[in-house]
């Protein structure tokens, strides 16, 4: 998983793994999810980052046991 913050754009992405994306779909209000051939999640965008994003520059990752 690959998480990066464009300045420029105010745009944060998740990427989950590295696939081809055949379709990007707005399911909410400034949040692109972009889909693999498979159908799968491959990556969320975040427009205006910044607004909902309290530390853009700072990501903190959980992983349950």
Known sequence: MKAE????TDTLTLTLRDARVKESDE???GVIADFGYDGGVVAFEILDASKV???TREIQFAVAG
């Open 27 to 29: 399911i909410r209000p």
């Open 53 to 55: 994003v309290e530390q």
């Open 5 to 8: 913050y464009d300045k420029e």
